[in-house]
């Protein structure tokens, strides 16, 4: 039985890396790297090829999901960690055993109206959505079937 596609939302900063910066990309695609959190880790090491993440513009003005990218590439080892003049080298990271992966994104959409953090808090159904818990700091999350289908009503 096929695995059921799941959905993501993936942050970055649009100074960093923004989602017009993914559609100029070669290919239309980048791979996520950088990540150094074991959690979002994790969420990456469970993405499957099909999979859709909503792309997310963190510390903007405001704050917005902006447009629609696909996983095209699942985990692999993240070349920066063992890059001494990368800014996310880690020392203590073992080529024979990564410590950090990432995954390849495809560009496929941009909204064209973001959707702030201030609109999705207003919305009940996305009430219980990582993004929105108090504290949550992640740059790789989970969003429920739910979630993504009511954000799509929304742009």
Do not use: C
Request: proline share 8%; net charge positive.
């Amino acid at each position: 039985m096929p695995k059921k596609r799941q959905y993501w939302l993936m942050k970055s900063e649009p100074s960093a890396f923004s989602i017009d910066d993914l559609r100029r990309a070669s290919q239309q695609t980048t791979g996520w790297d950088g990540v150094r959190n074991y959690q979002a880790r994790n969420f990456m090491r469970s993405m499957a090829i099909g999979d859709q993440v909503l792309f997310y513009h963190s510390n903007a003005d405001p704050p917005a999901v902006v447009g629609i990218a696909e996983v095209v590439k699942t985990a692999y080892a993240d070349p920066t960690q063992f890059d001494k003049q990368d800014k996310h080298y880690d020392p203590e990271s073992d080529p024979s055993t990564p410590r950090w992966d990432m995954v390849d994104i495809k560009y496929i959409r941009k909204f064209s109206q973001p959707v702030s953090l201030d609109q999705l808090r207003k919305e009940p159904k996305l009430k219980d959505m990582v993004l929105l818990r108090k504290g949550s700091r992640l740059s790789v999350q989970p969003v429920t079937p739910a979630e993504w289908e009511h954000i799509l009503t929304i742009v």
